[in-house]
């Protein structure tokens, strides 16, 4: 985050997985999880299915926003 917002990016989106199960295959959470996300700051703004949310922080000046 800090390297996109230096470069001017005001907002980052992501599409993380969200599961209830204990694992799941790499390959398909190649994109990481909800969890993690929500704990770096992310909000879910839209949810095209169960399992994929769209996740975006916007990111200001003290880059903790």
Do not use: C
Not at 14 to 26: E, F, L
Request: glycine fraction near 10%; avoid cysteine.
């Amino acid at each position: 985050m800090d390297w996109a917002h230096s470069r001017g990016a005001t907002i980052i989106e992501g599409y993380p997985i969200d599961t209830p199960r204990q694992k799941y295959p790499s390959v398909y959470a190649w994109t990481g999880f909800v969890g993690t996300f929500r704990q770096a700051g992310f909000a879910e703004v839209a949810r095209r299915s169960d399992t994929r949310p769209i996740m975006r922080k916007v990111l200001g000046d003290d880059r903790e926003n």
